[in-house]
């Protein structure tokens, strides 16, 4: 399985601080990208990051891809409360013509007013 | 509006019983997944469909069936085969098999007693 990990599981931190969470993935990817889910919700797709790629910013999104260490990091500045939401990697491989997606198990972001 | 809708939101059944679950698309994608999320895990792909009248077998497909008759939607069944039912159920859709983002449903929470 090519199934990322989440690092840590829980993160608390208080309003305008910076959150980072992390992925480690296990085989070769096409790309990774990072999902939010509000609690109840479905998850909402925030970036992509092709496996060429070694940075990309969105907003107060900053998202990093290690190839050689198969791992990732999202970086969100200038935490918000409404930041407060699970956050998930999912690995991309392309395969017998189709792309599929394997998601992690996330990490559960507290902000504190 | 556009997007992705599931319906019920909430669905309650007893043991032994077969339930369907909806998931409708308006914005024209080719591809439709179904993922089951537990508590604290992330998610795990059920079944998924690249084009009318086809469908595949995800990691999880046991104790389920899916059917795609129309371009929008793509139902998914829960049969009295499914050994633990009870899970939060998300439907995905995205523009073609090839292409990256997935856009998610709102979620139906299944209790099963």
């Known amino acids: 399985s090519q199934q990322g990990e989440e690092d840590p599981q829980a993160l608390s931190i208080q309003e305008g601080e910076n959150a980072t969470m992390n992925c480690s993935y296990k085989?070769?990817?096409?790309?990774l990208q990072w999902y939010r889910q509000n609690s109840g919700r479905g998850l909402v797709h925030l970036i992509l990051i092709r496996s060429n790629e070694r940075e990309k910013h969105s907003g107060r999104l900053r998202v990093t891809l290690d190839t050689s260490k198969k791992s990732s990091s999202l970086l969100i500045t200038a935490s918000r409360a409404a930041d407060t939401a699970s956050y998930f990697c999912?690995?991309?491989?392309?395969?017998?013509?189709?792309?599929?997606?394997?998601f992690g198990k996330g990490t559960k972001l507290s902000v504190i007013p | 509006d556009g997007g992705i809708t599931q319906s019920p939101k909430y669905l309650f059944r007893k043991e032994g019983q077969n339930v369907t679950l909806s998931c409708e698309q308006n914005?024209?994608?080719?591809?439709m997944y179904w993922y089951r999320q537990d508590p604290g895990q992330g998610l795990r792909l059920i079944y998924y469909?690249?084009?009318?009248?086809?469908?595949q077998k995800g990691d999880i497909a046991e104790g389920y069936s899916v059917s795609r008759e129309k371009k929008e939607s793509f139902p998914l069944t829960v049969t009295s085969a499914q050994k633990n039912p009870t899970a939060f159920y998300l439907c995905?859709?995205?523009?073609?098999?090839?292409?990256?983002?997935?856009?998610f449903g709102p979620g139906t929470r299944l209790t099963v007693t």
């Open positions: 914005l024209n994608h080719d591809a």
């Open positions: 995905a859709s995205k523009i073609s098999v090839s292409s990256y983002e997935q856009y």
């Open positions: 999912a690995t991309g491989y392309s395969g017998a013509g189709s792309y599929q997606l394997t």
């Open positions: 469909s690249q084009i009318v009248n086809d469908f």
């Open positions: 085989t070769s990817i096409n790309n």
